[in-house]
Nanobody, 130 residues
């Protein structure tokens, strides 16, 4: 199955910024919503942010609202996650995945449902130091 590929992770000090990218490998994003999730050691994978195919709908977890911004460039088949004001608790492996676009228009419950997404990549590590 075609997958998504994450990049842009790294080590950054608290308060710093990173921009993650999510690109399609062997597939397009056409008519798919994209979600970013993260998984810290010993914790479950959690929803971070999502965006509809057209970009007219976005949704954020409360923990990142006001600090992270999700965007997409469909011409480049790429979705971005701009992360500002990073905190040590943002340290995790970040993953992107695709879901049917209706997920982005039925409310937050569906946006964050992990089992509605597929095409998971290998993830990109984000480490935030004090």
């Amino acid at each position: 199955q075609a997958q998504l590929v994450e990049s842009g992770g790294g080590l950054v000090q608290a308060g710093g910024s990173l921009r993650l990218s999510c690109a399609a490998s062997g597939r397009t994003f056409s008519n798919y919503a994209i979600g970013w999730f993260r998984q810290a050691p010993g914790k479950e994978r959690e929803f971070v942010a999502g965006i509809s195919w057209s970009g007219d709908s976005t949704y954020y977890a409360d923990s990142v609202k006001g600090r992270f911004t999700i965007s997409r460039d469909n011409a480049k088949n790429t979705v971005y996650l701009q992360m500002n004001g990073l905190k040590p608790e943002d340290t995790a492996v970040y993953y992107c995945a695709a879901a049917p676009d209706w997920v982005a228009h039925r409310g937050s419950y569906f946006y964050s449902k992990r089992n509605l997404y597929d095409g998971w990549g290998q993830g990109t590590q984000v480490t935030v130091s004090l």
